[in-house]
């Protein structure tokens, strides 16, 4: 069964840095396509990054320069690497298995999702 | 604010049909890229439930569908029942702003 835990998260200063672990198993992290996803209290959700399995990675402004998603091949774990974080960095992080639709491009969704693990940042 | 439309909120009694839709841009939905749905049951993770503008994974009831035109989709549920009381959330791509991945605001659905 394919399944993803996220972990990582907790209570930080505005300024500080985190990373987030996203384990995965029944699938290989290296053969697919993964995301983090953010949701603010009470809000939407916010992609925050892309990384492909050829190791490419992807960001939207917003935490592009301050974010980075990377993975350890032989843990089969994805992780984000959270710097400067302001306090509208605070939600659940979720991270997700990414698929396309073979021919169509840019159709990219999300078929598997963690629980979570949320981040606070507060003085 | 998205660049996904949706309405806040819809209800509907038990039974009843309703639609959820999601509006887009000549840069998103008009330009041709898929739509894919989510429901968010309260307290717990997204769960993916219409991929490809009108696909379902398996395990998802037929009661759910979706469909695309124009710069515009929808997401439709019939026969409603009270565990689809839920938000629900659009996703697309956007090429203006190469936002791979861009979700709408979400949409509560309440059955009374």
């Known amino acids: 069964e394919v399944h993803l835990v996220e972990s990582g998260g907790g209570l930080i200063q505005p300024g500080g840095s985190l990373r987030l672990s996203c384990a995965a198993s029944?699938?290989?992290?290296?053969?697919?396509?993964i995301s983090w996803v953010r949701q603010a209290p009470g809000k939407s959700l916010q992609w925050v990054s892309l990384l492909y399995s050829g190791g490419s990675t992807y960001y939207p402004d917003s935490v592009k320069g301050r974010f980075t998603i990377s993975r350890d091949n032989s843990n089969n774990t994805v992780y984000l690497q959270m710097n400067s974080l302001r306090a509208d960095d605070t939600a659940v992080y979720y991270c997700a298995r990414v698929l396309t639709i073979p021919g169509n491009s840019y159709s990219y969704y999300m078929d598997v999702w963690g629980k979570g693990t949320t981040v606070t940042v507060s003085s | 604010q998205s660049v996904l439309t949706q309405p806040p909120s819809v209800s509907g009694a038990p039974g009843q049909r309703v639609t959820i839709a999601c509006t887009g841009s000549?840069?998103?939905?008009?330009?041709?890229?898929?739509v894919h749905w989510y429901q968010q049951l309260p307290g717990t993770a997204p769960k993916l439930l219409i991929y490809g503008n009108n696909n379902r994974p398996s395990g998802v009831p037929d009661r759910f569908s979706g469909s695309k035109s124009g710069t515009s989709a929808s997401l439709a549920i019939t026969g409603l029942q009270a565990e689809d009381e839920a938000t629900y959330y659009c996703?697309?791509?956007?090429?203006?702003?190469?936002?791979?991945?861009?979700f709408g605001g979400g949409t509560k659905l309440t059955v009374l």
């Open positions: 996703q697309s791509y956007d090429s203006s702003l190469r936002g791979f991945v861009m």
């Open positions: 029944g699938f290989s992290v290296t053969r697919n396509y």
């Open positions: 000549s840069s998103s939905i008009g330009a041709g890229y898929d």
